[in-house]
């Protein structure tokens, strides 16, 4: 995947995850819409990253809300033409709270934001990525969660969403298969990020701003004391682009021949064991992990 000149939106970008992808995108010489429901922190993001060479948009998004994801889009294409690089990142946390106890509001919350945000950004950004025929890809942040639930973590409500996250991406990959949009699911262990303060997000329209100090300062100290700097899984997400480049130029085709890519990414080095990086096809082989985590928590096609 080149890089420079292309144009990529990303949600959540205020903060964390977000915020390390569209940098590391910027860095790399993409345009990058940085979209966040949060106006006054992506405004900040986006000047601090506004530097020599760096094309940037700060724009107010809701990913709950189709009509807020069409209008970024609008904006997107208004200022940099087409978009290539979709990273439908946005996502609020839901642990603490066994199912039976979990309020109605609080599931159309998870719903909303992780798997909403996600079927809205396949819906509209694919299709602009589809429409100019150059190169693409689309980023899904899931997680580890998306590969197990927990024992005692009560974290099965965020869980059951990225489940569904990684289960969007693989879909989207069989459809997008002999195109030249690639698919990545990311699916990160513990990064130090402020994922436990998601609720201070929940939109109006779905409850309004919330705080649960007991599950935030238990989640907030984990992510503080295992989680991994954002700054590297921004990094792994521009490298995960270039390896599928690569993958294809090596083997070009491949989807018509029904092969699957040996293609295997070792991101150890870099990240520690709380991240590794493998294909779909390793994962579901349930290669086994070294670490006792699940096999894979980056998934690449
Ligand atoms: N931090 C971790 O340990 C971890 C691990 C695995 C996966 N993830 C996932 O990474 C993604 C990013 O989370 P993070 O850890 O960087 O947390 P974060 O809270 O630091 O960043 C999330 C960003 O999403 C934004 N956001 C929330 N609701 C939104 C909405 N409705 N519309 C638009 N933007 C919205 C927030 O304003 C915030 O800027 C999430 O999908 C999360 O589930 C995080």
Not at 17 to 31: K, M, P, V
Not at 202 to 211: A, F, K, Q, S, V
């Amino acid at each position: 995947m080149e890089f420079s000149g292309k144009t990529a939106i990303v949600t959540g970008a205020a903060s964390g995850i977000g915020l390390a992808i569209a940098t590391a995108l910027a860095e790399a010489g993409t345009n990058v819409v940085l979209a966040d429901i949060e106006k006054d922190a992506v405004e900040q993001a986006a000047h601090r990253l506004s530097g020599t060479n760096k094309q940037v948009l700060p724009v107010t998004i809701d990913v709950t809300q189709e009509q807020s994801v069409i209008d970024a889009l609008i904006e997107a294409e208004r200022r940099f033409g087409k978009l290539h690089i979709a990273c439908n990142n946005a996502g609020i946390p839901m642990h603490g709270t066994r199912l039976v106890d979990v309020p109605v509001a609080d599931w159309s919350f998870i719903l909303g934001v992780n798997v909403w945000g996600v079927i809205h950004g396949i819906r509209h950004f694919v299709p602009a990525i589809l429409k100019h025929g150059e190169a693409g890809h689309v980023v899904n942040t899931a997680s580890v969660a998306a590969t197990q639930n927990r024992r005692g973590t009560n974290q099965g409500p965020y869980s059951m969403s990225k489940y569904a996250v990684l289960s969007l991406s693989e879909a989207l990959e069989h459809e997008l298969e002999g195109t030249n949009v690639g698919v990545t699911a990311l699916c990160p262990g513990p990064i130090a990020t402020n994922l436990a303060q998601g609720a201070r997000h929940r939109p109006d329209h779905l409850g309004g701003p919330e705080t649960r100090p007991g599950a935030e300062a238990v989640m907030a100290e984990r992510l503080a004391r295992t989680g991994i700097d954002p700054k590297l899984v921004g990094e792994r997400v521009i490298d995960a682009q270039q390896d599928l480049l690569r993958l294809r130029q090596r083997r070009p085709g491949r989807h018509d021949q029904g092969a699957a890519p040996p293609h295997r990414v070792g991101a150890r080095d870099k990240l520690g064991d709380a991240v590794l990086a493998r294909v779909l096809t390793d994962w579901k082989a349930g290669t086994p992990s070294t670490t006792g985590l699940p096999p894979a928590s980056m998934l690449l096609r």
